[in-house]
């Protein structure tokens, strides 16, 4: 499985940014999808999660309540809506496939990675 992130860009402290991530193959609609950030001089960490379905859905507090994952698995597209955005958001995205369906946080849990995608938020 490849995954190609998209949609990063430079944006206003209180905009808005629409991640978008494809993946290639024909396992994508089985596959949890997760969405992690790495910041300068920080660890990678988790962003949000959802299940191969989309029914379930997970986030990390930082968050939760701004931004929205979701998929489209007819177009083996995972998403992430982005608003509210504060400068402490500014980091790479990089979105990330896991064989079992289910919800995971850890990257250890991951299987596939993209190759990230620049979000800078200015103040």
């Known amino acids: 499985v490849q995954l190609q992130a998209s949609g990063g860009g430079l944006v206003q402290a209180g905009g808005s940014l629409r991640l978008s991530c494809v993946a290639s193959?024909?396992?994508?609609?089985?596959?949890?999808m997760g969405w992690f950030r790495q910041a300068p001089g920080r660890e990678r960490e988790f962003v949000a999660a959802?299940?191969?379905?989309?029914?379930?859905?997970y986030y990390a507090d930082s968050v939760n309540g701004r931004f929205t994952i979701s998929r489209v698995n007819a177009k083996n597209t995972v998403y992430l809506q982005m608003n509210s955005l504060k400068p402490e958001d500014t980091a790479v995205y990089y979105c990330?496939?896991?064989?079992?369906?289910?919800?995971?946080?850890?990257?250890?849990?991951?299987?596939?990675w993209g190759q990230g995608t620049l979000v800078t938020v200015s103040s």
């Open positions: 193959g024909r396992s994508f609609s089985s596959y949890a």
């Open positions: 990330a496939a896991r064989q079992l369906g289910s919800l995971a946080r850890l990257l250890t849990e991951y299987d596939y």
């Open positions: 959802i299940t191969w379905s989309g029914s379930n859905r």
